[in-house]
Nanobody, 125 residues
Framework: QVQLLESGGGSVQAGGSLGLSCTASGDTNRGACMGWFRQAPGKQREGVATIWIRDGRTAYASSVKGRFTISQDNAENTVNLQMDSLKSEDTGMYYC??????????????????WGQGTQVTVAS
């Protein structure tokens, strides 16, 4: 089992920045693919970014590419999401997730096995 705990988030004006962190505990070797997802009110959950912990390979949804950066801190078992140039449409609950399995299936389109409780991000226009 892998436990995930998000931190960060909050409220910001459009054009501003926020950072999220996700700390993994438990059997962290099982969740080599880490990702961030978000869900806006009344909308389906969507993938934001993924990172393959073993080589740092990253991937992003087109809606956030160039604005968001996912990174890892292996010493702290932490994955971060730096969000810049925020827009009102970035508002939502952000979830950290981990997936077992192979690197070529580490993508926002794959099912993830472990989820955090979520942290709220609100961007005011």
């Amino acid at each position: 089992q892998v436990q995930l705990l998000e931190s960060g988030g909050g409220s910001v004006q459009a054009g501003g920045s926020l950072g999220l962190s996700c700390t993994a505990s438990g059997d962290t070797n099982r969740g080599a693919c880490m990702g961030w997802f978000r869900q806006a009110p009344g909308k389906q959950r969507e993938g934001v970014a993924t990172i393959w912990i073993r080589d740092g390979r990253t991937a992003y949804a087109s809606s956030v590419k160039g604005r968001f950066t996912i990174s890892q801190d292996n010493a702290e078992n932490t994955v971060n999401l730096q969000m810049d140039s925020l827009k009102s449409e970035d508002t939502g609950m952000y979830y950290c997730a981990a997936r077992e399995g192979v690197s070529w299936r580490c993508s926002i389109g794959s099912p993830f096995d472990y989820w955090g409780q979520g942290t709220q991000v609100t961007v005011a226009s």
